[in-house]
């Protein structure tokens, strides 16, 4: 299956992805993650950096060249998911090129839905285990004792404000672009992360 998550920040992509990919036993191609793993390694341009910690959109032929490498490799052809890419109309016209060179299309563009004033208590409780990627909430999901918590820099109220924006501005188009194309689904990621977990197998006709 090759499927992307859409959805705003904090709607639960990371937390669901983890779960479709365990059992799917297909790799999550996180942007965010990517690009702040060559943040942490030094390989991200100060300007870029800059861009992520504002709450902003890194370019799209960024992005567009570490999924293409990253699709390539062997552990993608029995499929991916996608967390946060594509984000904007160019980054979804590149992504049918580069599926394009392997004679191969998405299958499903799942939507996570989320109303915004849940979204910024998700954001700003959010920590993550360094060492595991873990993602835990300090109030719904709370991580356990001896996990090495990060913050990170974009969860902060103010940014988390602008995020939503940029989201609105940027991604939220392609919803009905790809719903032209009869590759939308929508569920609402309102709930705990199992009722959202079960209502994403549902809409992906997969089982636990
Ligand atoms: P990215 O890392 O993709 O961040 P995002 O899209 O803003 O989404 P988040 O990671 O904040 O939220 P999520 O939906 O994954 O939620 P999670 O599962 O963690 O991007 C970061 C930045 O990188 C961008 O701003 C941009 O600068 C750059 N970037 C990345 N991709 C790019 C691209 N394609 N083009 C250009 N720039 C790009 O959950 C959130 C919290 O809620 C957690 O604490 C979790 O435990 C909790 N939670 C989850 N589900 C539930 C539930 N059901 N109930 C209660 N709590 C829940
Ligand atoms: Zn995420």
Excluded at 35 to 64: C, F, H, I, S, T
Aim: proline share 7%; aromatic share 4%; hydrophobic share 40%.
């Amino acid at each position: 299956m090759r499927l992307v998550l859409v959805g705003p920040p904090g709607a639960g992509k990371g937390t669901q992805a983890k779960i479709i990919c365990a059992n799917q036993g297909i790799p999550q191609i996180s942007t965010g993650d990517m690009l702040r793993a060559a943040k942490a390694a030094g390989k991200l341009p100060k300007d870029l950096v800059e861009k992520m910690a504002a709450g902003g959109l890194v370019p799209d032929e960024v992005v567009l060249d570490l999924v293409d490498a990253r699709v390539e490799e062997p552990d993608c052809k029995p499929g991916f998911l996608l967390d946060g890419f594509p984000r904007t109309a160019p980054q979804a016209t590149g992504l049918d090129k580069v599926l394009g060179k392997h004679d191969t299309e998405l299958d499903v563009v799942l939507a996570i839905d989320v109303p915004s004033e849940l979204l910024q208590e998700r954001a700003v409780l959010r920590r993550t285990d360094k060492r595991t990627g873990q993602i835990y909430h300090l109030k719904y999901n709370p991580p356990p004792a001896g996990a090495e918590l990060e913050h990170r820099p974009d969860d902060q109220e103010e940014v988390v404000v602008k995020r939503l924006s940029t989201y609105e501005a940027m991604t939220a188009e392609l919803l009905p672009f790809y719903e032209k194309r009869g590759k939308l689904k929508r569920v609402s990621g309102v709930g705990t992360v199992e009722e959202v977990t079960e209502r994403v197998f549902a809409a992906l006709g997969i089982s636990l």
